[in-house]
């Protein structure tokens, strides 16, 4: 895919950053089934995955789009192998963002009062300084505000909190 950059690269600057920003959020895009991706390349992917440990990642399957040159390249990898791998790859970053959302339960965090909640417009939402969503209890008023709430409970990429104010 023409990355400029190494896995120690990579790496490195993962370390550098929350050296100075601690708490920092990181996410990150993976493609299942790129071709010539083998086997070996896609456990390096999961290994890659578990040594950072995401807050969260959008994982794609490859698919060929006209006139570029992936769609071109020899050994594509067949649409089953590419669904396992993307499911694999799911899984992986599921239980790391799952993992680091349940950090976050029982700390008073800061967040900008985004609007309702989509699943639950009778709740708020809003986002951490690191790009977490919290729902929560609150008024319409709050909106575009800075609050203050406490993480009850964690989901697997969705805070759940209380506020002391706007209810």
């Given amino acids: 895919m023409h990355r400029g950059y190494t896995r120690e690269r990579f790496l490195s600057i993962i370390k550098k950053l929350r050296r100075?920003?601690?708490?920092?959020?990181?996410?990150?895009?993976?493609?299942?089934?790129?071709p010539?991706?083998?086997?070996?390349?896609?456990?390096e992917t999961l290994s890659l995955a578990r040594e950072v440990g995401f807050d969260q990642a959008f994982v794609f399957k490859y698919s060929p789009r006209r006139d570029t040159p992936a769609a071109d390249m020899?050994?594509?990898?067949?649409?089953?192998?590419?669904?396992?791998?993307n499911q694999r790859l799911l899984d992986e970053v599921n239980a790391q963002g799952a993992q680091q959302h349940q950090k976050f339960v029982g700390r008073q965090v800061q967040i900008l009062v985004e609007g309702p909640s989509k699943r639950?417009?009778?709740?708020?939402?809003g986002r951490t300084r690191c790009?977490?969503?919290?729902?929560?209890?609150?008024?319409?008023?709050?909106?575009?505000?800075l609050l203050e709430v406490k993480i009850q409970r964690a989901g697997t990429f969705t805070l759940y909190g209380e506020a002391d104010e706007g209810r």
């Fill in 20 to 34: 100075v920003a601690t708490g920092i959020g990181v996410s990150t895009d993976f493609i299942a089934g790129f």
């Fill in 36 to 43: 010539g991706e083998t086997e070996a390349d896609f456990e």
């Fill in 74 to 85: 020899p050994d594509q990898v067949s649409q089953p192998v590419k669904e396992e791998r």
């Fill in 120 to 125: 639950n417009p009778a709740r708020m939402t």
């Fill in 131 to 145: 790009n977490k969503i919290v729902v929560f209890d609150g008024l319409p008023q709050l909106l575009g505000r």
